[in-house]
Nanobody
């Protein structure tokens, strides 16, 4: 069964950094677009960042621009989210997602992604 497993979450002080990892269970994911979403407490899931299958294209949500960087390593079948200058409002459960195809018009939509991880909690304290 295809799986995505996130890791790297935790508690960090405001201004600090965290690096989230998403490991895929099958090599087919090296051909998949991958993304990160987050769900703050009491709010809806929101788009954070996405990367196409070979890393040539990246997309960021407004809250991530300039602070977060998405990357991938197809040899390791993994995606990463480097988060810097973290703020308390970044507190959320962060989810990794993947799909065989994303586009310029749908990459921000959670419905565009077929596969999801279980999530990892990120808490930023002030």
């Amino acid at each position: 069964q295809v799986q995505l497993v996130e890791s790297g979450g935790g508690v960090v002080l405001a201004g600090g950094s965290l690096r989230l990892s998403c490991a895929a269970s099958e090599h087919t994911f090296s051909n998949y677009a991958m993304a990160w979403f987050r769900q703050p407490p009491g709010k809806e899931r929101e788009f954070v960042a996405a990367i196409d299958w070979n890393g040539a294209l990246t997309f960021y949500g407004d809250s991530a621009k300039g602070r977060f960087t998405i990357s991938r390593d197809n040899a390791q079948i993994a995606s990463y989210l480097q988060m810097n200058s973290l703020k308390p409002e970044d507190t959320a459960v962060y989810y990794c997602a993947a799909d065989s195809v994303i586009s310029l018009t749908n990459h921000r939509l959670s419905s565009a992604y077929e596969f999801w991880g279980q999530g990892t909690q990120v808490t930023v304290s002030s």
